[in-house]
């Protein structure tokens, strides 16, 4: 079904999608799911977003979302540091699944991580999104 939707959405060059034992992994480009050096999830991305969520709310899995940031896009905030962006990234994401109750907290966790100390500018290309479904223990 998210494989699908991955399709259905057009997003076949920027999402990947692998089943294994272990449950699904989604690894996607930040500009998917971001402006350049927003932490805001952009409207567009809503119903893809909405389909992950339909399925991990039906299979009651757990959703792990990690930001990681290589550095700074072009345009970020002087003052922000690649953790600062992956964090709130990866939060801003949890929070879409549990708004309008959609998941459970106890369902949805986030974390954000940064290769670089610095305000490196990158590429948004060197920068992703990964969701990890898996069944809850």
Do not use: C
Request: aromatic fraction near 6%; proline fraction near 3%.
């Amino acid at each position: 079904l998210i494989q699908n939707a991955t399709t259905r959405f057009g997003l076949g060059n920027t999402v990947s999608v692998n089943m294994s034992k272990g449950g699904i992994d989604i690894v996607m480009k930040d500009q998917v799911l971001f402006a350049a050096g927003e932490v805001e999830v952009q409207k567009r991305i809503y119903p893809y977003l909405n389909v992950i969520a339909d399925v991990a709310a039906k299979n009651a899995l757990h959703v792990q979302v990690k930001a990681r940031a290589a550095g700074l896009p072009a345009g970020s905030q002087a003052n922000q540091s690649p953790w600062a962006l992956s964090s709130l990234r990866a939060v801003n994401v949890m929070r879409y699944f549990l708004a309008y109750d959609r998941l459970a907290v106890d369902q949805v966790s986030a974390a954000g991580s940064a290769t670089v100390a610095g305000p490196q500018t990158v590429t948004g290309e060197d920068n992703e999104i990964e969701l990890h479904l898996s069944v809850s223990e």
